[in-house]
């Protein structure tokens, strides 16, 4: 039986090449901060998107096969799939916005990038709580890596500070475009510089209190 994500590939593939003959000759292919476009190229550009979806879905499926603390992955059971799900929309948005503005219309690409964006965050934010020790997925810092306790504490706290940055982004949405682009980084950085101190102090206490 085709899973979810093998039938939004195959849907995807077949329907890229099939608008590839109706496309323009060049397409869009960058967007500055301002959500203008400023760079085109040839229409055989439009096939890398859907490629780059292929080589998402075989390397999601690779992973687990190679992955450190298999056990701990495999916990993860279908919340796996639906990250990849996910992220494959994602490139279906991304691939429609180039295909759209190929043809001329014009749409903002904050609203229609960053909102999905925004959204799979939020989800991410929910799914950390949930993931264990493992080298792919998660807040991978020297102390989380070494102590469980680190990891699961971090996690934790992670799967809040992540779900608070989708909503803000989507508040920042009202902001326009020029400076949007420039601040949603901001709170990011906030994040990872706090969820790398915050391992590290846990650890510390971790290994304190082991020493006692």
């Known amino acids: 039986m085709v899973s979810l994500n093998e039938a939004l590939i195959i849907a995807f593939i077949a329907s890229a090449v099939i608008i590839y003959f ?6 869009p292919l960058h967007w500055n901060a301002s959500g203008h476009i400023d760079a085109w190229g040839q229409r055989g550009f439009s096939l890398f998107i859907p ?7 075989y390397l999601w499926k690779l992973i687990p096969r190679v992955v450190v603390y298999k056990k701990n992955f495999k916990k993860l059971g279908m919340k796996y799939e639906h990250l990849l799900t996910n992220l494959i929309l994602i490139i279906i948005l991304l691939y429609l916005l180039t295909i759209l503005s190929a043809y001329g219309l014009m749409l903002d690409i904050k609203y ?3 909102i999905p964006v925004a959204i799979f965050i939020i989800y991410l934010g929910t799914l950390m709580k949930h993931v264990k020790r493992n080298y792919f997925i998660g807040i991978k810092t020297p102390w989380t890596l070494s102590s469980e306790k680190a990891w699961d504490k971090t996690h934790e706290r992670g799967s809040r500070l992540f779900q608070a940055y989708g909503f803000i982004l989507l508040s920042l949405l009202i902001l326009p ?24 102090g846990v650890w510390k206490k971790d290994n304190k209190a082991i020493r006692k």
Do not use: N
Request: with cysteine; charged share 5%.
């Open 177 to 200: 475009a020029e400076t949007f682009f420039w601040v949603l980084l901001t709170p990011l950085v906030v994040i990872i510089i706090y969820s790398y101190c915050y391992s590290y």
């Open 51 to 57: 490629l780059l979806a292929v080589c998402l879905y």
């Open 112 to 114: 229609f990038i960053i």
């Open 22 to 27: 109706f496309l323009p000759e060049t397409i």
